[in-house]
């Protein structure tokens, strides 16, 4: 086990399932040096974040595919792939351009298992870039992840730290149903103990990245180490916080988050997504429909506004939700008066 980062982790995971298995393949936007191939595959970047750098050298721009600027082609191809016996890994740069693909993803993708009556898989990973914090604009910013949760038949994946990354995407390549990958792109340098070899984490089991028995928080992406700072503070003042990674929000480990809420009575969410038709609206509805009984104070939901994400840096950094917010919304749910059980 050694030291890596979130893009070292996703490397090794692909780099290791495209050595295991021959019929993984990988494409995506300038993935392996332009579509004219003449750069030396060995100086290639690998993407904009770097996270395929060394693919293509290792192995050959036949499973390492650049692609045109054209989402919906490459996703399209994809799933056609995916319906022929190969497991493609597709690289869509930024959630943001969904919508240019959209129609793939939920009117062919999502639905091929069902409206085959289960005859066909579509083994298909869809890694995807989310989140604020680099100054890159509202069209390549956003934290659109409640989408594709969505939509029946796509599982949506949300690592918040290196050994969950790795894990995840081996479990997803590894997956016969089409998988929605998303990575923070502020996380990219983040870095944690990782083991060297394969392993999986399974879809659907939340992590409890800190425990505690007055509050249950549960936050998304980069929201958790956000979360996990401000547990690590309170704690000094005698404040137990617990800290809920759901790691997968299609499949939602509701099991855990409820057991949670149900013993601390209180809860808040932080998501950097819009506070609308989100996820945190999803995980208050499940609390307030499943354990309202148990509630000592209303849920606070900690998001970003709703508007585009702002590019000028300091209007971005007061767009992300911040340790300070959360902090505050924990004193706040631990002030409110406890109603009679």
Do not use: W
């Not at 914090?133 to 409640?146: C, D, M, V």
């Not at 949760?149 to 390549?173: E, F, R, T």
């Not at 690590?232 to 057991?259: F, M, N, Q």
């Amino acid at each position: 086990m050694s030291v890596k980062t979130v893009r070292d982790a996703l490397n090794e995971a692909l780099c290791q399932e495209m050595e295991r298995d021959p019929t993984v393949i990988v494409l995506g936007e300038d993935i392996a040096g332009g579509l004219g191939g003449s750069r030396d595959v060995e100086e290639v970047s690998g993407g904009i974040f770097g996270v395929t750098a060394g693919l293509a050298a290792r192995f050959g721009r036949r499973r390492v595919l650049d692609m045109p600027i054209t989402e919906s082609a490459f996703v399209g191809a994809a799933a056609g792939a995916a319906l022929t016996g190969l497991r493609p890994v597709v690289e869509l740069m930024f959630i943001d351009f969904l919508g240019v693909c959209f129609d793939q993803i939920l009117n062919q993708i999502a639905k091929f298992r069902y409206m085959f009556g289960g005859q066909a898989k579509t083994p298909l990973v869809i890694r995807t870039m989310i989140g604020a914090g680099i100054a890159a604009g509202p069209q390549h910013s956003q934290s659109l992840y409640a989408i594709p949760a969505s939509i029946p038949g796509l599982k949506v994946v949300i690592p918040s730290n290196a050994h969950d990354a790795k894990g995840l995407l081996i479990q997803a390549i590894r997956d016969d149903d089409p998988v929605i990958f998303c990575e923070h792109k502020a996380t990219y340098g983040d870095a944690c103990e990782v083991p060297d070899e394969p392993y999986t984490v399974a879809f659907g089991e939340a992590r409890v990245a800190r425990r505690g028995e007055q509050v249950t928080v549960v936050a998304l992406a980069r929201m958790v180490s956000f979360a996990c700072q401000v547990a690590d503070k309170l704690a000094g003042e005698g404040i137990s916080v617990e800290v809920i990674d759901p790691r997968t929000i299609s499949p939602l480990d509701t099991g855990r988050i409820l057991e949670s809420v149900r013993r601390t009575h209180r809860l808040v969410i932080v998501d950097e997504a819009t506070p609308v038709c989100g996820m945190a609206s999803e995980l208050a509805a499940l609390a307030a429909c499943e354990a309202y009984d148990c509630l000592d104070a209303p849920v606070v939901k900690v998001t970003a506004p709703h508007t585009p994400v702002p590019t000028a840096p300091d209007l971005e950094a007061a767009y992300i939700p911040s340790p300070a917010r959360i902090e505050d919304a924990v004193r706040r749910v631990l002030g409110a008066t406890p109603r009679g059980r």
